[in-house]
């Protein structure tokens, strides 16, 4: 080898690159944007869910959701990098069979009584305002047997399992799993009586300036996705700030407007919004507000990785 050429030619050939010779660099100096900010209206989504009542059976469909896609050019599938959120709902009489897999999933009640959760034989109503948790490999099933069509947003880890690539599934070989115990409360769920008496004892606001209020639940509520709620009076406008955690927001009550990154949203009861890594992010609640802010902020602390400010 006597030439550059040729010496490129010789690493090339053994699928390698040599690191002065990077077409793009591999560190810069804070995060990129890449996952956008993005909005979804459940005014705009509910009568699509209930269309879809009717036209997508729901033993074919299974669990007749839809998935909130980020518009970020080449994303197939994801919300934010590492979580995944979906709107769902299932009517009375139906049920959505018994599975389980690696990632880590909860779901966010908007409406509807009468619809209950099997997590590994334990079931537990779901309510409007709960916070239901599977964790990694619970098997979970849901049924609706009470009077009304039940609606609720869901988010997954999935996208870390997918990069991760630790990914396993399986179906009940019971289709539905037996119910052994029926209980009133668990530590999977997560109740919105609780939520409302713990941010009521509230008396400073969080040091992060994001809410004016805040709880988290669980410390955290799964080994990758913390949850916490955050309670905003009419009026009220938060600092702006900025978190190396990748966040969906959902809006359990009240209305307002959020600026993320360059992105201006007006939102209401029941919409969800994208926060990706390091955009910045301003709420101003109209009304007395309610939000669930999940996030990956167990994974990033874990590593070291999670920067607030
Ligand atoms: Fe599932």
């Excluded at 009470?146 to 609606?151: A, K, R």
């Excluded at 052994?180 to 997560?190: F, G, I």
């Excluded at 919409?271 to 609640?285: F, G």
Aim: charged share 20%.
């Amino acid at each position: 080898m006597k030439t550059l050429d040729e010496l490129y030619v010789a690493i090339e050939q053994l699928h390698m690159e040599g690191g002065w010779h990077r077409p793009q660099p591999s560190l810069w100096p804070e995060p990129k944007a890449n996952f956008l900010p993005a909005q979804w209206r459940y005014s705009d989504v509910k009568p699509i869910l209930e269309a879809a009542g009717h036209l997508v059976d729901h033993h074919l469909a299974e669990r007749r959701n839809l998935t909130l896609t980020n518009p970020m050019p080449g994303n197939w599938y994801s919300t934010v990098r590492t979580l995944v959120a979906a709107y769902q709902s299932i009517k009375p009489g139906e049920n959505a069979l018994s599975h389980r897999h690696t990632p880590n999933a909860l779901r966010i009640i908007l409406e509807g009584h009468g619809t209950y959760t099997v997590v590994n034989g334990t079931r537990v109503e779901m309510r409007p305002g709960d916070v239901l948790l599977t964790p990694s490999w619970h098997w979970h099933s849901h049924e609706a047997i009470g009077p009304d069509e039940c609606f609720w947003v869901d988010v997954l880890d999935v996208p870390l399992v997918h990069l991760l690539e630790p990914m396993f599934f399986e179906r009940h070989p019971d289709r539905l799993e037996a119910v052994q115990a029926n209980v009133a409360s668990s530590p999977l769920a997560l109740r919105w009586e609780d939520s409302l008496r713990r941010l009521d004892a509230q008396t400073m606001a969080p040091e992060h300036g994001a809410a004016e209020f805040e709880i988290e639940l669980g410390a955290p509520a799964m080994k990758t996705i913390a949850i916490h709620v955050q309670r905003m009076g009419a009026g009220f406008q938060s600092r702006v700030h900025q978190s190396t955690a990748n966040a969906v927001l959902t809006v359990l009550e009240g209305s307002g407007t959020s600026r993320i990154g360059e992105r201006e949203f007006q939102w209401s009861k029941g919409d969800v919004i994208a926060v990706p890594c390091w955009q910045t992010c301003q709420h101003h609640a109209h009304e007395k507000t309610h939000m669930v802010r999940v996030s990956d902020e167990p994974v990033m602390r874990a590593f070291d990785f999670l920067r607030q400010r």
